[in-house]
């Protein structure tokens, strides 16, 4: 088949402006280490750990021969009633990592799925304790917490909820961004320090209005990953704590992004000292390579569930929720491989020395480049916000992210803003490489 000929009579991509794609379609055909291999023979360096996932690198052999072996020795078992070992292990990993008495591990299968979980975990802890009044939920405006009805309700992309009307959850608020882009426009490996306490609204408007009494749980990414890296003021998460605490609300962190070593630690949370009481996590789990999410709750939650439980008969089921792949063998598999190898080879410390050589670079490359109006760089990961064109929001930057890639550079457009997020084993020459091939395309655009 020529790829170049591909018509789209079968393929609708998700995300993608499909029209333009089929003009001038971008299809990968192999992928090693930092780069990827076109269906035309290019080499293009994956500048975005595709979308959040690969932080050991393409074609990591211990994780494809773990999967492999997996295939051989048990393909899959249902997850409902029965289980199987390599879920028990990747569980026991899982809350080894997480911080504090996170250390109940619901396994699902993506991000979006690991959102909408945490938020029935909520309502039926609430329930569990007695609390059934207490249904609301509050995200932020720009989150992103994946595509289901629940996630995509507390989420704050006005693109992502427009036309869904009053199919979105009617029970939900939204805290105000953690963006400044006068006084914070640029933000260099550092915790931006605001003279406004951004929280002040929770505490004197939303909680009031709704009573704090109706909240079930905030969530919030820690840092802000699908809107364009946009990290919080000094404080921020300790204070959500504060306050989510006062209030018995309980407190998710969708660390779906920010998970498994982005800011040089296990988690965000280790990274801001804040536990929450659920954490979500999805894509470097399993290195992207096998599909796997989960949320890890605290014991707390998890003995208030059973304990609402304790003179039901045996047989009664504790939590009706769960998807026929939630842990499934291979994933597990997967995951214990990746996380073993993550380990074995430092790759966390490894993000978070990269981390100020990509921050470094960004500005230094960027800064006063024509249309450029923010960057901000925390851990490995970093982003250039571009001024929109007049009318048409998003286009500049998705002209540059274009430009990059046929010049062999995958980098993320999302808005105007155009994010960098390699592998963890990313080397100084190849942060070079994409920075500057960035620098040029904003140049040209
Ligand atoms: C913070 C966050 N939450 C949830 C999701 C949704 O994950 P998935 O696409 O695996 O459903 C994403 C995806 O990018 C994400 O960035």
Redesign the pocket.
Known sequence: MAYNDLRMDNQWLPFTPNRSFQKDPRIFVAADGMHFTTHDGRQVIDGISS??CVGAGHNRKPINEAIKKQLDTLDYSTAFSVSNDKAFRAAEMIAAMAPGDLNKVLFCN????A?DTAMKVALAHHRARGEGHRNLFIGRERG????GFG?MSVGGIPANRKVYGAALLPRVDHLRFIHDPVKHAYVHNIEPVWDEDLLLELESRILPLHDPSNVAAVIV?PVA??AGWYVPPQGYLKRLREICDKHGILLIF?E??TGFGRLGTAFASDYYGVQPDML?F??AVTNGVFPL?GVVCSDRIYGAMMGAHGSAPDHAIEFFHGYTYSGHPVACAAAIATLDLFREENLFARAGEMGPVLGDAMHAALKGLPNVIGIRSLGLAAAVELAPLPGLPGKRAFDVFMDCFHRGVLVRNAGDNLVFAPPYIVERAQIETMVGTLADAIKRA
Request: net charge negative; glycine share 22%.
């Open positions: 979308l959040w993506s991000g979006s799925e959102a992103y917490h994946g595509v996630g990414e990953g699908s969708d779906v992004i979500t999805a894509k999410g």
